[in-house]
């Protein structure tokens, strides 16, 4: 190693070490892991290595990437040859200290982990693409997809990769007819090219022909008269087939309608240094033949041969299975349609019955597959004047007052046509037939268009009471004949006169219910009866404060004061009402209404001992979980209308979360709230009389806890196992008992940056965790794993994964000598425990049965002697 390579040496990254003996090893000749950057020039040195040994004289290294990582005799590890991370993105390397030859330090083995550089160009996968495109297709729906790659390392920016459109050719007017979608690739029509691309005209087939020459030369005849050439020769027809061809044929790369230059470009293209490659994409337009006829217009009762062509579809697919369907999905249905597109009607329309009908056309294939998108199509019935004026009412009554000035409204005469209003067909005239009795000039007058009824002359009621109009309505080819009755009614010469002007004073308790009849008057009118000028109406016309009562009327002139709202001693305790008697028809000219035609009575209000009253109708409080205990939620208010002392409870608070204080209604908190052990509770707020607490209100007080960000997202469990042969992921759960936004969707990450392994979400509450380098035996790791809510929230956690060989069962194999089954302390005392009892209990059974031998010996011997004696 030269003093010129020492200088290069540049400090780098230690990453994960690892390796043989690692625990044991002390002192600097350790296990170690390096970062270097690809493409770093040569030689150049990547670490040297420092041993306790005083024999070593020399460095060995082998494992993978032994001919580019060679060391040098005093422990300088150094690159032979570039690294190149599409190739390897790292090496692992044992790393042996020698005394001549003999290894004296190690082994240990370095990782070195090859950082990528931008020094790929992303590339299409193919230079030149091919394209079909329907005239007619919607804005960003997708016709086709170029795709790039990047051989640099996919998990960095190096790799991430933008699409983007360079040119459109040809583009006269500079309207760009497509777009690419910078993330996909996927090239869609922009809204002027759904509405601007033509395809090449050319010649419709039906269903089932053969697009042939033969063909060709058959609808070339039908439509012109051949003259005796052959066709090969007639240069009309040689044409129409070189273009009919040229479109069958359709050739995008050869022969396209348009031309896009597209480009991707690494680091998102938001960088200068980012690098680039390019692809053309040959697009064809294809006709759109899938083209609705809508909406199309079919006159009601249209005398014709059924069933009746009416309109034709054609799908883009020749062989295409049309079906059609109503979308109301009405019980009629005139309508079918062939199996060449043709759509029928089967029978006359009515618009009056319907005057438009949706049709839903599907073009499907042999597997009931849809090939065009379904399209709709109106069928407007149009009004053809098939229908008679009809008069409102079978006879039209009116009244007119005597003496009524020339011009006078009578009324208006009401008549219609069930034809399409706003057209000639339902436009009515209305015109005066007959009068009688008859009068020289005639009484009454007609507008013809509105049918309105005015006076000619003064009329007189002792002159003619009834009059009996005959009038023509008619329409451009109807017309029908209504009836008129005119009554002459009397002037109004007399005013309603009540039977007394005062009725007195009445007594009410303040608890009286709404609908009480309070008093009953009459009042008299010496009009003609019957008519308007006689008929009594009565209203309060003062006194009457917050609309406490109301007045019903009879046609017979008596009325009913009502009580129509609550009674309230403390704020009104008495009425002065003015009650008027009115006619509806106005009073002859000179006339007023007098003092007869209006009465007074006095109403008292007694006082009745109320229950308090809220002041509010509904209590609801919205508060954060975490609330200071001791915060005032709600202040309740209420009063006693007889001003007697009043005091709050409060009941159901079944978690003991809040208090009330009894004299000012202040509801508080007393202990902690927790949404997740309850989001919404009520409970029941009562004012009563101190003195009397049989008077009381209730009140339900609605609480709902707002959450706040108070539990961290845990994991579902902590341990997991991978097996060796079969490397599936991990897959980690967690979840939050908050709700959103503080919950989730969570974000995983490993607490540090590890090339063994490697952290993905799934969704927002699961990740899979993926070990990328197997390690050289059975290992249980402890990954530090951060686990954020939404709100950004979370800490790291242990998450253990065991790497391991398996059974076949799928579970770590555990060799019999490494069971290293012991009993801890608790189990060891207690077998001891065990032990000694048994030996207790064994000990006592045997002194028993010793002591009941020697008795049976004694009795025995006593027993001998008796017999001997």
């Not at 490993?750 to 799934?762: A, T, V």
């Amino acid at each position: 190693m030269t003093p010129m390579m020492h200088l290069l040496f540049l400090p780098l990254l230690f990453s994960i070490a690892g390796g043989k003996d690692l625990e044991e090893k002390k002192g600097p000749f350790e296990n170690t892991g390096l970062d270097v950057p690809e493409g770093t020039p040569v030689p150049f040195p990547i670490h040297q290595f420092q041993v306790t040994h005083p024999g070593v004289n020399n460095f060995r290294v082998s494992g993978e990437g032994k001919e580019t990582i060679k060391i040098s005799r005093d422990g300088w590890l150094y690159l032979e040859k570039p690294l190149d991370w599409s190739l390897d993105n790292h090496y692992i390397i044992m790393v042996e200290a020698l005394a001549d030859d003999e290894v004296v330090e190690g082994p240990i083995y370095v990782t070195i982990n090859v950082l990528d550089v931008n020094n790929h160009a992303p590339y299409f996968n193919q230079s030149d693409y091919t394209a079909v495109v329907r005239e007619n297709t919607a804005t960003g729906v997708p016709f086709t997809r170029v795709f790039a790659l990047d051989q640099d390392n996919p998990d960095t920016p190096n790799a991430e990769l933008r699409y983007s459109l360079v040119s459109q050719i040809p583009n006269k007017h500079g309207i760009l007819l497509f777009q690419i979608n910078p993330n996909t690739g996927e090239i869609s029509t922009t809204k002027e090219g759904e509405r601007m691309l033509k395809a090449r005209e050319g010649i419709q087939y039906s269903r089932g022909e053969e697009r042939s020459i033969d063909t060709l030369k058959t609808k070339f005849a039908d439509y012109c008269e051949v003259p005796k050439i052959p066709y090969e020769k007639n240069p009309f027809f040689t044409c129409v087939e070189r273009a009919e061809m040229r479109r069958i044929i359709m050739d995008p790369l050869e022969d396209p309608d348009y031309t896009l230059l597209v480009r991707v470009q690494d680091l998102r293209g938001a960088s200068e240094t980012a690098l680039s490659g390019n692809a053309r994409v040959h697009i064809v337009v294809q006709q759109n033949l899938w083209v609705n006829p809508g909406p199309i217009t079919v006159k009601e009762n249209l005398v014709e041969t059924y069933p009746l062509t009416i309109a034709k579809v054609q799908s883009n697919e020749p062989d295409a299975i049309y079906t059609l369907v109503q979308k109301e999905r009405q019980l009629r249905f005139p309508f079918q349609i062939t199996k060449d597109g043709d759509i029928l009607l089967t029978e006359m329309l009515d618009r009056e019955e319907k005057d438009m009908y949706i049709l839903v056309v599907f073009a499907l294939d042999n597997d009931g597959r849809e090939v065009d998108p379904p399209m709709e199509i109106q069928v407007l019935v149009e009004d053809v004047n098939d229908e008679v004026p009809v008069c409102e009412n079978e006879e039209s009554v009116f009244e007119v007052q005597e003496d009524e000035p020339v011009g006078s409204l009578v009324g208006q005469l009401l008549a219609h046509d069930d034809d399409e209003a706003g057209t000639l067909n339902s436009q009515l005239t209305y015109t005066i037939l007959s009068q009688n009795p008859p009068t020289t000039p005639n009484a009454f007058s007609i507008d013809a268009a509105s049918g309105r009824i005015q006076t000619l002359r003064a009329l007189q009621r002792k002159d003619q009471q009834v009059y009996n109009l005959t009038v023509t309505v008619k329409d451009p080819a109807f017309k029908t004949v209504c009836k008129v009755i005119i009554s002459v009614i009397d002037v109004n010469n007399e005013m309603p006169v009540f039977e007394k002007n005062d009725y007195g004073n009445h007594t009410l308790a303040e608890d009286t219910p709404v609908g009480h009849t309070v008093l009953t008057f009459r009042a008299t009118d010496a009009d003609e009866p019957g008519s308007g000028s006689s008929l009594i109406k009565f209203h309060i016309s003062a006194g009457n404060d917050g609309d406490v009562f109301t007045v019903e009327s009879d046609r017979d002139g008596v009325g009913h004061l009502v009580l129509a709202m609550p009674l309230d001693f403390e704020s009104s305790p008495n009425y002065e009402l003015q009650i008027d008697a009115r006619n509806p028809e106005p009073l002859m000219k000179g006339l007023e209404y007098g003092a007869e035609s209006t009465a007074f009575v006095s109403v008292s209000v007694t006082d009745v001992d109320e229950a308090p009253e809220f002041s509010l109708d509904t209590l609801h409080v919205i508060v954060p979980e975490n609330i200071t205990k001791g915060s005032v939620l709600l202040a309740v208010e209420a009063k006693d209308p007889e001003g007697k002392e009043i005091s709050f409870k409060l009941d159901g608070d079944t978690q003991g979360w809040l208090e009330i204080d009894p004299a000012t209604g202040q509801i508080k908190t007393k202990d902690k709230l927790d949404r997740e052990t309850l989001e919404t509770f009520e409970v029941t707020v009562t004012a009563f009389e101190k003195e009397n607490p049989e008077k009381f209100s209730e009140r339900v007080l609605s609480v709902r806890l707002l959450d706040v960000n108070d539990n961290l997202p845990k994991m579902t469990h902590t341990q997991a196992f991978i097996c060796v042969k079969t490397l599936k992921p991990v897959i980690i759960k967690a979840h939050d008992t908050d709700n959103a936004p503080f919950s989730q969707p969570f974000t995983f990450s490993l607490g540090k940056k590890s090339p063994n392994w490697d952290l993905q979400s799934i969704d927002g509450t699961t990740a899979k965790l993926t070990l990328k380098k197997i390690p050289i035996e059975d290992k249980t790791f402890s990954l530090p794993i951060t686990i954020k809510d939404n709100a950004g929230m979370g800490v790291a956690q242990l998450f253990e994964v065991r790497v391991c060989n398996c059974t076949e069962l799928g579970y770590c194999y555990i060799a019999p000598a490494e069971s290293n089954f012991r009993l801890g302390m608790g189990p060891t005392i207690g077998i001891l425990a065990g032990v000694l009892g048994f030996c207790i209990v064994a000990f006592i059974i045997v002194i028993r049965r010793k002591n009941k031998g020697g008795k049976k010996k004694e009795v025995t011997g006593e027993e001998e002697r008796s017999n001997m004696m």
